[in-house]
Structures are given as C-alpha cells and as structure tokens.
Nanobody, 122 residues
Framework: QVQLVESGGGSVQAGDSLRLSCAAS????????IGWFRQAPGLEREFVVA????????YYAHSVNGRFSISRDNAKNTVYLQMNDLKPEDTAVYYC???????????????WGQGTQVTVSS
C-alpha cells in the first residue's frame, strides 16, 4: 500500500506561481512513477504531468508544457509540481497518483491522494 498526501494548493492571481507537493508513504513508495492530474468543476479529471521512479522520465500535457515542472526527491519520498505563470484555466483540484510506469491515463495508477485545491483568479 502507498499513501499519498498533496499539499501546497491555494488561491493566487494569474501569472503567479505555486509549488505543490505529493508526500508518499509506504514501504516501496519511491519505486512508483508519480502522476499529477487535475479536475476542474464540471469537467472530467485530466492528466497534467508524470515522472518516472528515478526522476529521469517526464511527460507533460501540452497545456502545461513550458509552465509546469515536475521533480522528485526520493530521499524525502516527495514529488514536487512547480507551477509558473498560472492561468485561470489552471483552476482545479490537483491529485497525485502512484503507478508502476509513466502514463497519461488514470487507469494506469493504483493509488491516489485526496487532492489539493488551486484557484487562479484573473
């Protein structure tokens, strides 16, 4: 079992930055790929970015490429999502998830956090 806890969400203005954290616990938590997804009100959850277990492979959704950056510190069992130049359309609940490989599909992830709210106002 892997437990995931997101933090770092908040309310910001367009153009601001936020850094989300995904803290993992569990005996083998640092052997999983981690993905970030988000869900805006009234919309389906969508893929944002994923990182491989060693941090070498990264996969970004087109909508955030160049603005968001993912990294991980396996010594701390934590994955970070640095979000720059935030836009109102980035407003959503952000979830991190753990899976065996990098993927942009929800069904490839076995464990999910509870989510953290990000609100971007214009």
């Amino acid at each position: 079992q892997v437990q995931l806890v997101e933090s770092g969400g908040g309310s910001v203005q367009a153009g601001d930055s936020l850094r989300l954290s995904c803290a993992a616990s569990g005996r083998t938590s640092n052997t999983y790929a981690i993905g970030w997804f988000r869900q805006a009100p009234g919309l389906e959850r969508e893929f944002v970015v994923a990182i491989g277990r060693n941090g070498e492979g990264k996969y970004y959704a087109h909508s955030v490429n160049g603005r968001f950056s993912i990294s991980r510190d396996n010594a701390k069992n934590t994955v970070y999502l640095q979000m720059n130049d935030l836009k109102p359309e980035d407003t959503a609940v952000y979830y991190c998830a753990a899976g065996t490989e990098i993927a942009g599909i929800e069904s490839m992830y076995d464990y999910w956090g509870q989510g953290t709210q990000v609100t971007v106002s214009s």
